[in-house]
């Protein structure tokens, strides 16, 4: 008799199925904005009004909401694990990688003001909130949505602001993970709905108040705490592919970042050359810097290091200043 040979797992931290849906989130994201800069239809927004409203790419951002509940909740579900570590770990995680990519956004912002000079003026900002909101990255809470070095950074505040979030509310659905969700999709329902008829916070705060998005982040962790474990691993066996989407997966979230302030370059190469070439060149230079970003930040991502980017960051700002 054969022996029973487990699934291939490509990662320990890795599930080939997240990888696939992770890939086709930012693919969602990045064709959302490539289609809004060259004025297709494939890229106008959708939904309904003043509650879920928003391009291709929001629904991408959705996708990234729940795949982060599947994660942390699949993690961390069984683990004893104290507040303060697990915050620590998150920070440790998200923030390297996010200073690495506004590194980027802050030299191609004095680039671009090179080459037109005051096209992109940070003159809304004194050097104190750009300092503070950059390096939280909570530039959207202050109504400054991502702020003037990467667009897309917005997404910092609330993802941070959920995992605060994540602790309590995992131990709410895996009390009682029907229940727990409903709840969740209360919160959310309302506060979509107060924001959303009512002007009482800036700048579309349905997409960056942490409650409107805490059901998206909890339906992941309802799925991750009631679907046996073994169904995240079916596809686990998919050695080469499952290999290819790892590597799209793992830099998703430095290339959700970095294509933002790459755009521009999109739309010069356009003016060169058709706008497929220029988009493929676009992805190919976005992808390419992703992948750098997360060689760095795998390599460099202790205490000191962040105090080093940190340094990086405000001497870039001064000079912006």
Not at 18 to 41: E, K, M, N, P, W
Not at 237 to 244: D, F, M, Q, R, S
Request: proline share 4%; hydrophobic share 50%.
């Amino acid at each position: 008799m054969e022996e029973n040979k487990k699934p291939r797992i490509i990662s320990e931290q890795r599930i080939v199925l997240l990888d696939i849906i992770r890939t086709a989130a930012i693919t969602l994201v990045i064709a959302a904005h490539i289609f809004q800069s060259f004025g297709v239809s494939l890229g106008n927004d959708f939904g309904v009004h003043n509650f879920y409203w928003g391009s291709i790419g929001g629904v991408g951002v959705t996708i990234f909401l729940i795949l982060s509940g599947i994660v942390l909740q699949l993690k961390y579900s069984d683990k004893i694990i104290s507040y303060r570590d697990f915050i620590l770990k998150r920070i440790s995680t998200i923030y390297p990688t996010y200073y690495l990519c506004l590194i980027v956004g802050v030299l191609l912002y004095i680039a671009y003001n090179y080459v037109v000079p005051n096209a992109l003026s940070s003159s809304a900002y004194n050097f104190f909130e750009l300092i503070t909101l950059s390096l939280t990255g909570f530039f959207a809470f202050a109504g400054a949505w991502g702020g003037p070095f990467i667009n897309t950074s917005w997404y910092i505040g609330p993802i941070v602001s959920l995992y605060f979030l994540f602790l309590p509310t995992s131990k709410l659905i895996k009390k009682n993970p029907l229940v727990g969700l409903a709840l969740l999709f209360i919160i959310s329902f309302i506060s979509r709905y107060i924001l959303g008829q009512y002007n009482i916070l800036p700048n579309r705060a349905i997409d960056w108040f942490p409650l409107c998005r805490i059901f998206e982040f909890g339906l992941g962790m309802y799925l991750a705490e009631t679907l046996e474990k073994n169904a995240w691993h079916c596809l686990d066996n998919l050695k080469a592919t499952g290999n290819g989407f790892f590597i799209a997966a793992k830099i998703s979230f430095p290339l959700f970042l970095v294509h933002a302030p790459l755009l521009p370059l999109m739309k010069y190469f356009s003016l060169h050359t058709n706008k497929i070439f220029a988009a493929l060149i676009y992805i190919i230079i976005s992808c390419f810097i992703s992948w750098v970003i997360i060689k760095i930040s795998d390599r460099f991502t202790n205490k000191k290091m962040l105090y080093l980017y940190s340094a990086v960051i405000i001497t870039a700002l001064i000079s912006v200043s």
